[in-house]
């Protein structure tokens, strides 16, 4: 009890000492009376009045807020602002605080990069003021107004910087200023050096280049030689080769490390404006140096080496001799080993060729970690040094290596440049597959981020293998890197990045030409089904339904896509959720876009349509902005039924909606229909008013035609590979069973000669062989086109018992369906119209019937016994010659009873 009594004494302080503190820091934060009326301003007065009035007597905030609203007051009241307020500016910066200062300075290049003053005026009012703050005495905010003068010497005319700036920058490069100054009189050389003709520099900066160039302080030394580079583009290849070279090598040799890195960098950036003679003379014994001192022990040089060793070997490439690029290419592949703990192999005694050997360093600055990271990042561009033929044996092994190292960086920067190394290394592609795979199991984000926006290239270089064109082979190989891609979908699906999300299933969209059919359907299609139903972000779901969509377009069976199009029809749009429903509707934006017009008024016209009477008024209105894009699908007089549906569901959502922005939709589309209160003709007129695409009036359309009818060409040639695949199985069966029955070793039975008949008996003598291999080929192309009808049109006895069992799995099913009961249509087979279809049943009905009608004898219109009191045999059958005529063909041992009289009655019946 007592214990209690102290914790309830303990909590009464703490809260009393809280209330205590909170109040104090109210009463901190309470302006007194004074400071109100000093913060006060009168509400009549105008902006500029208000501007000038708060600058010459207001608060530091209060001048603080006028001069970031500079741009502003100039917008709107430009002549006033630069007579009254820009003045005032001008004197309170030279006594303001920096706070303030860095704001005027952002606001000044505002000014001018939104064009809000003209140069002339720029030049007079604001200029000055940032020449004359740019020699400020504090470091930081001379640093400061000196990237504002640098950013806005971009902006300014010709004219202006030779007048105002250059005399500055002369003026600032003299020994007699301070380093500061001649630090920055570095920087506006460097900047103004490409806008002056040659002779301009020649003349007036280059001695002051070659000035700063001798400096003492090796500040002034390092920032002016990383400026040679601008001033070598201004001055031309003769002037670059007699004036700035013997100061570029000198200062590479200099004495002070900052200098000499500098010289690299400047070596690097300098190749460009060098002509091939002067880069074999100069630069490359100059490089070969930097990467000698760099191998001797020069730890620090090394990083900055290993940054530039790509542009180098690019750059240089037709200068060095073989036993250069040789060495040059040996210290590349130490500097991606470089820090490991592989030991550093070391060249023979009795080798000619120097071979260099990196000294092993202790990576405690993360110095062998960035020279590692620079290697990966500049591969693509020693692969090209080194040429895709020898891949496999110099550089694979690093490139490995690079892929595996222990440093999360590393394997960053060589999976953003992975895509790149795909497409220079040719038909060795195929040995980064197993890299690949191990990057796409990463579980670090970032080297997801690197690698997942190129993984639609990646798979590309893969199955083309350095060909211009993919095969299956190549496609078969492709199946090891299903497990890695729908582990990097697990990975990225279970955190927070969506963008990358979508980015990865976006980039799916090429598994088509990279994947076996039965492949991505087997792995890819049940994910991406999942994605679609269970992913949270819109936009993941967006891009699995686009990606669904196009592997559905270049499926190669009819089964799986009749299957995948009507799962999609009936978990979306007859779900029960009204955001699956409402997902439909941009499912079916994407098949506008994808697939032919043909095909979705196949498949998706009327069930799209369904959904205007929805119970969601939400999933209504989203649907009243796809009307307009199914008016441009119908095409006149054959689409007048889907017209007249159409017509029939816009009336239905103007007569009966209730919902009021549903009702402002479906008007917003059909402004001509706002008087239509009830039923009646003037609905179908007004409809008909409106522009529906006629066959007469193609030329109107003829660029958009085209693409529809390549699309439809498309599907058409998927369907007609589907059926030459079939027909080229069947025939490698029956030559299967043809051989099969060949090998059988039972003599055949010995055919006889069947009786000569008398001329009672006798009409026409025929070949039995000729008759039954007429037979056999007459069974087997109705054997065919039942198989067709089969495939094509008769689904109908399946679907019936899928439907008992399975629940409905075709589009006739599904339009039967009792949630939206849309008029059954016979278009099954996508990319097949219902006629086509239609003709191929008609087609195989026929010829069925025709051959059952003409084998089954002759019942019904002779006796089965002869006018002789004989019993015929009930084999005898009919074909057709090639000649019209109907021939009768005899089993072995049959006898012909028929009369002549009697034949060519019997034949005209047939026939008819």
């Not at 009168?42 to 741009?71: C, F, H, K, W």
């Not at 970032?446 to 270089?461: F, G, H, K, M, W």
């Not at 006798?762 to 198989?787: F, G, R």
């Amino acid at each position: 009890m007592d214990t209690d009594g102290f914790l309830e004494d303990d909590i009464q302080e703490l809260q009393l000492e809280r209330s205590i503190a909170s109040i104090a820091l109210n009463a901190s934060r309470l302006k007194s009376n004074e400071e109100l009326e000093k913060l006060t301003v009168n509400e009549n007065l105008s902006d500029i009045e208000r501007a000038v009035y708060l600058l010459s007597s207001g608060q530091d905030v209060q001048r603080l807020s006028v001069i970031t609203n500079l741009p502003h007051l100039l917008k709107e009241n430009n002549y006033d602002c630069l007579r009254r307020v820009v003045p005032k500016v001008r004197e309170v910066l030279h006594v303001a605080q920096s706070e303030m200062q860095l704001a005027a300075s952002s606001a000044f290049l505002e000014i001018l990069e939104k064009d809000l003053v003209p140069p002339q005026n720029y030049t007079q009012s604001f200029l000055p003021t940032i020449l004359k703050l740019a020699e400020n005495r504090d470091p930081e905010l001379a640093m400061t107004w000196l990237d504002t003068l640098i950013d806005v010497l971009d902006l300014l005319p010709k004219d202006v910087i030779k007048r105002d700036v250059l005399n500055l920058a002369v003026s600032k490069g003299q020994l007699s200023q301070s380093m500061q100054s001649r630090l920055a009189c570095c920087r506006i050389i460097g900047k103004i050096a490409t806008k002056f003709e040659p002779f301009v520099i020649r003349k007036e900066i280059l001695p002051l280049v070659q000035s700063l160039c001798q400096d003492i302080e090796f500040e002034v030394r390092a920032s002016m030689c990383r400026q040679l580079g601008a001033v070598a583009k201004g001055l031309g290849l003769e002037e670059t080769k007699s004036a700035i070279l013997p100061e570029l090598v000198e200062l590479a040799n200099d004495e002070e490390l900052p200098v000499r890195l500098a010289g690299i960098d400047t070596v690097v950036e300098i190749i460009q404006y060098l002509d091939s003679e002067t880069r074999k003379s100069t630069l490359v014994p100059l490089v070969c140096k930097f990467c000698e001192q760099a191998v001797e022990g020069e730890e620090i040089t090394l990083p900055v080496i290993a940054k530039h060793v790509g542009q180098i070997c690019h750059g240089l490439e037709d200068n060095f001799s073989d036993e250069e690029k040789l060495w040059l290419l040996e210290f590349f592949r130490q500097l991606c080993k470089l820090g490991l703990a592989e030991k550093v192999t070391k060249p023979e005694q009795n080798s000619t060729s120097k071979v260099p050997v990196i000294p092993e360093i202790l990576d405690t600055d993360g110095r062998c970690v960035e020279c590692r990271k620079h290697a990966a990042f500049n591969f693509p561009a020693i692969v090209l040094f080194c040429s895709s033929k020898s891949f496999r044996t110099e550089l694979y092994p690093v490139f490995s290596s690079l892929c595996h190292d222990p440093n999360i960086l590393v394997r960053k920067t060589v999976s953003s440049g992975f895509h790149e190394v795909c497409k220079m290394v040719g038909n060795t592609v195929h040995l980064l597959h197993q890299d690949l795979i191990s990057l796409l199991k990463e579980d670090n984000m970032e080297i997801l981020r690197a690698i997942v926006p190129n993984v639609s290239d990646i798979l590309q270089q893969f199955v083309k293998g350095g060909g211009d064109t993919p095969s299956e082979s190549k496609m078969n190989s492709m199946g090891d890197l299903i497990p890695a891609l729908l582990s990097c979908d697990a990975t990225i699906s279970v955190t927070n990045d969506w963008r990358l999300h979508a980015q990865l299933l976006s980039g799916w969209e090429c598994l088509p030409k990279c994947f076996l059919s039965q492949h991505i359907y087997d792995k890819f299609v049940p994910l991406l089904f999942r994605r679609l139903k269970t992913a949270r972000p819109l936009p993941v779901k967006l891009a699995a339904a686009q990606t669904l969509l196009v592997i559905i377009r270049y499926n190669r069976k009819s089964e799986q896509r009749q299957e995948m199009i009507c799962r999609i029809i009936e978990e979306y749009c007859h779900s029960k959720s009204c955001h699956n429903r409402s997902l439909f509707i941009d499912i079916s934006r994407m098949v506008l876009q994808l697939y032919s017009k043909a095909f979705f008024k196949d498949n998706f016209f009327e069930f799209l349509l369904s959904l205007s009477t929805d119970q969601v008024p939400n999933v209504r209105y989203r649907l009243c902005s796809v009307l307009p894009s199914l008016k441009t699908l119908i095409r006149l007089p054959g689409d007048r039924t889907l017209l007249q549906q159409l017509e029939s569901c816009v009336r239905r959502l103007l007569i009966n909606e209730r919902d009021r922005d549903v009702t402002s939709a479906i008007k917003q589309y059909y402004p001509h229909m706002y008087s239509i209160r009830g039923p009646g003709d003037r609905a179908v007129d007004d409809l008909d008013r409106t522009t529906v695409q006629m066959d007469s009036l193609r030329k109107q359309y003829y660029e958009e035609d085209l693409i529809d009818q390549k699309r439809q060409e498309e599907e058409e040639l998927l369907i007609d590979m589907e059926e030459k695949e079939l027909k080229e199985e069947k025939e490698k069966e029956k030559g299967k069973k043809k051989k099969e029955a060949g090998v059988s070793k039972i003599p055949a039975p010995r055919r006889t000669k069947p009786p000569a008949a008398t001329k009672r008996t006798t009409a026409v003598t025929l070949d039995q062989s000729s008759i039954s291999d007429k037979l056999s080929s007459h069974k087997d192309s109705n054997q065919l086109l039942s198989d067709k009808h089969t495939k094509s049109g008769s689904t109908d006895s399946v679907t019936k018992t899928s439907n008992k069992s399975q629940g409905p799995k075709t589009l006739r099913s599904l339009r039967n369906a009792p949630q939206n009961s849309p008029k059954a249509i016979n278009r099954i087979s996508p990319g097949i119209s219902s006629a086509g279809s239609s003709s191929s049943r008609k087609g195989s009905a026929s010829s069925t019937t025709s051959f059952s009608s003409i084998s089954s004898g002759s019942s019904g219109v002779s006796s089965p016994v002869n006018s002789a009191g004989q019993r015929r045999s009930p084999a005898s059958s009919q074909t057709e010659s090639p000649n019209g005529k109907r021939n009768v063909s005899l089993r072995k041992g049959s006898i012909p009873t028929m009369s002549s009289s009697q034949l060519p009655h019997i034949l005209k019946k047939r026939s008819s």
